[in-house]
């Protein structure tokens, strides 16, 4: 499966766009060139005929593509993967220790926005007990994607949202000068908004001298202020 995917990257690379993808994604690593609907055309291709059979084969695999990805769209590839229908019963909080290896290793926003929101976040809605110290350990890490993803993590858990635990970690980062980090912490908000505009404004309000300007506005971005 990973030679297929490999492969087959590679064979629908296009060399111009790959260094225009790789300036606007500002990476060391290169691309192929591949565009993400493609990528995800020649995923479910591949993945549809190679099938992993247990949970150690699948950790084998998603890590195998990440960590050994040679051009960043095996990156993609194998975030795919772990997203694939097929594996839904394998995101269980043992996941957790391999996802948190993706998001170091990956330490850019195209990975790590994925994993949060599609793989970390829905594990730690369907186990909360289970996952929510490590959310709450990450959430004041020296890492910054870990702390990045401890705030994102339920962008969409709407009504389930664990509000202490959203607001622990919002404020674990509030004095937090880097963009990502304040992004993050407005983009959480903003998301929650859609749940209780009231808390965010009261939040805000409330935060006023802690936040940047750049989390008040996107928090405030759909809601407004007053």
């Not at 040679?70 to 019963?89: D, P, W």
């Not at 635990?165 to 908004?193: M, P, V």
Request: a positive charge.
């Amino acid at each position: 499966m990973i030679d297929s995917v490999r492969r087959e990257l590679a064979a629908a690379g296009d060399p111009q766009r790959a260094s225009a993808m790789q300036r606007y994604m500002k990476s060391g690593m290169p691309f192929h060139g591949v565009r993400m609907p493609e990528v995800r055309r020649i995923c479910r291709a591949i993945f549809a005929e190679h099938r992993v059979e247990s949970p150690t084969a699948f950790d084998s695999a998603v890590s195998r593509l990440f960590l050994d990805a040679t051009h960043r769209e095996e990156r993609y590839a194998a975030v795919q993967l772990a997203e694939h229908r097929l594996y839904r019963e394998y995101q269980t909080p043992s996941r957790i220790r391999l996802y948190r290896k993706l998001i170091v290793a990956g330490a850019w926003w195209d990975t790590v926005d994925e994993i949060a929101g599609n793989l970390v976040g829905p594990i730690l809605a369907s186990y909360p007990s289970q996952v929510r110290p490590t959310i709450v350990e990450w959430a004041t890490d020296e890492n910054l994607w870990l702390r990045r993803t401890a705030v994102i993590a339920q962008l969409g858990s709407k009504e389930r949202t664990d509000l202490p635990l959203l607001t622990y970690a919002i404020e674990a980062n509030i004095g937090d000068t880097d963009f990502f980090i304040r992004k993050a912490i407005g983009w959480a908000l903003r998301q929650y908004a859609r749940v209780d505009a009231d808390w965010v404004r009261d939040f805000v309000a409330g935060h006023e001298t802690l936040l940047s300007g750049l989390s008040k506005r996107e928090a405030l971005k759909r809601i407004g202020s007053a």
